[in-house]
């Protein structure tokens, strides 16, 4: 099916009748103000989908069992050559200083991970405007029923009753993908590659241009250049090297992570060897 997407929102006179121009309208002192801050104001669009649960439990589990396995190793080689003769010895040293260090690196990884945007497409007048035909019904009902909500509550009527008005707002567009050129994208490989403007219904944003977009089931958030999202980490990774988004800091934490356990694996191995574990 075919959806025209036109590149400004519609727009009404005074009296209900079209605009002759409805890319702009007067606010009454003879100046033109854009529709698109007079109609919908993106601020008050509808939520965004919450995360799955599962994000904050994923992220919880990874970070307890790579930040656990990490200070293992960094006890068991404080502990193995914390005896003054395997001080003195040059090699046991190196490992020491190479284990500790490697071991902090993890933790300002894993503090990073959590903090660092990894490339969500986030709400913004350059986003979320023009909003398509199809999705401003829903948008005006929302925020309708928000209004009245407010005024009631304001007039200390029932929750029940206001809430009841927010449920029955329009439904959202059962398409999942808007393009600028009007195509529905719900087949075109799940929005993952756009190849022009292509507005999620979901987040009810533009990702433009031909940058390598999903939407992420688990996070529900539209990402940029995205790559996969990590069940350890519970985080969308996605960006591009050296210091785009999360991924240089995915790549980073593993690369650390691998050589952290193989170091402790030698140094314990070596100490071994040197006569026991003190």
């Known amino acids: 099916a075919v959806l025209d997407t036109p590149p400004i929102m519609s727009s009404l006179d005074k009296d209900g009748t079209r605009a002759a121009n409805p890319s702009v309208e007067e606010d009454g002192s003879g100046d033109t103000i854009s529709n698109q801050e007079t109609e919908i104001d993106w601020k008050l669009l509808p939520p965004l989908p919450a995360p799955e649960e599962a994000k904050h439990k994923e992220f919880r589990c990874g970070s307890c069992i790579l930040g656990g396995a990490a200070a293992m190793c960094f006890v068991a080689v ?19 200083i190479a284990v500790s260090s490697l071991f902090f690196i993890e933790i300002v990884c894993l503090m990073a991970m959590y903090s660092k945007d990894p490339g969500v497409v986030k709400r913004s007048p350059s986003t979320c405007y023009p909003i398509p035909t199809q999705v401003q019904p829903y948008a005006r009902s929302y925020i309708q029923a928000q209004q009245q909500q407010q005024q009631q509550r304001q007039q200390n009527q029932s ?22 050129e009007g195509e529905n994208n719900n087949d075109n ?62 790549y980073i934490t593993i690369a650390t992570s691998g050589l952290l356990y193989a170091l402790t694996a030698i140094g314990l191995a ?5 006569g026991g574990l003190i």
């Open 78 to 96: 404080q502990s193995a050559f914390g005896s003054s003769d395997a001080q003195e010895n040059i090699i046991a040293s190196i490992f020491v």
């Open 159 to 180: 929750n029940v009753e206001s809430d009841a008005l927010v449920q029955e707002t329009v439904p959202a567009p059962s398409e999942l993908y808007i393009s600028m």
């Open 189 to 250: 490989n799940h929005g993952r590659e756009a190849t022009m403007d292509t507005y999620c219904v979901r987040c009810l944003v533009w990702r433009r241009g031909k940058k390598k977009y999903f939407h992420c089931n688990t996070c529900q958030r539209c990402v940029s250049h995205y790559d996969h999202h990590c069940n350890v980490f519970g985080r969308c990774i996605a960006g591009r090297l050296p210091f785009q988004g999360n991924l240089p800091i995915f």
């Open 270 to 274: 070596w100490r071994v060897g040197m």
